[in-house]
């Protein structure tokens, strides 16, 4: 029943080597979303989507890229990742800004080495 | 910009009793409230939420309160099981366009 799905399950990439997470939804959401979750903490949302329209929140690092190709796919990219973006990354979706309920997706652990 | 604090960030209770977990919100306009619950190394799921227009929504042995004059609001789990143990987090919405903001979450273990 994944209707949120993010590719990989886990990636292990190399210090400073770029990274790329993938996400696709089958709900036709108009909005997409991309938090870092480390460990015991709250999600922080890093960027979202509405529709093609990027906002970036004012403390996402210039490090973090995103893509949004189409309306079932978006792209978080990592062009240098160091040691502190190692965590989980959490893709979710509404349907608009106003209907609040979030739908995540399994996420993807990043470790760096 | 909303601010939502979570307490308590971690609680143990016995199976069969009950636990709250509360938030407060800063953002005196905010109209949304949902509780999300995350198992270990699983996505959170939204199990409950509340619109700024009631002050109680129940769903089973799961309920939750909003007081909007003091601004908070809060999970009531009644009849706690194993399975209730995960990470519980709060979070607020202005309206506009405008994402949730999360609390940072409460670590419910259920002692059998």
């Known amino acids: 029943d994944a209707m949120v799905i993010q590719n990989p399950r886990y990636q292990v990439t190399q210090f400073g080597k770029p990274v790329t997470l993938s996400c696709s939804q089958t709900l036709n959401h108009n909005v997409m979303y991309w938090y870092q979750q480390k460990s015991s903490q709250a999600p922080k949302l890093l960027f979202h989507?509405?529709?093609?329209?990027?906002?970036n929140e004012a403390d996402t690092p210039d490090n973090f890229q995103s893509r949004r190709p189409n309306t079932s796919f978006c792209f978080l990219d990592i062009r240098s990742p160091g040691l502190g973006d190692a965590a989980m990354y959490l893709c979710?979706?509404?349907?608009?800004?106003?209907?609040?309920?979030?739908?995540f997706g399994s996420g993807t652990r990043l470790t760096v080495v | 910009g909303e601010n939502v604090e979570q307490h308590p960030s971690t609680l143990s209770v016995q199976e069969g009793d009950s636990a709250v977990i509360k938030c407060t919100y800063s953002d005196s306009a905010s109209n949304y409230f949902p509780w999300y619950k995350q198992e270990l190394g699983k996505r959170p799921q939204l199990i409950i939420d509340?619109?700024?227009?009631?002050g109680e929504k129940k769903d089973q042995r799961i309920a939750v309160t909003l007081n909007k004059t003091a601004k908070h609001f809060s999970l009531h789990i009644t009849e706690t099981q194993p399975e209730d143990s995960a990470v519980y987090f709060c979070?607020?919405?202005?309206?506009?366009?405008?994402?949730?903001?999360f609390g940072k979450g409460t670590r419910l273990s259920v002692i059998a």
């Open positions: 989507y509405y529709d093609k329209d990027f906002n």
């Open positions: 979070a607020a919405r202005v309206p506009g366009n405008t994402p949730l903001v």
């Open positions: 979710a979706t509404s349907r608009d800004l106003v209907e609040g309920s979030y739908t």
């Open positions: 509340i619109r700024s227009n009631v």
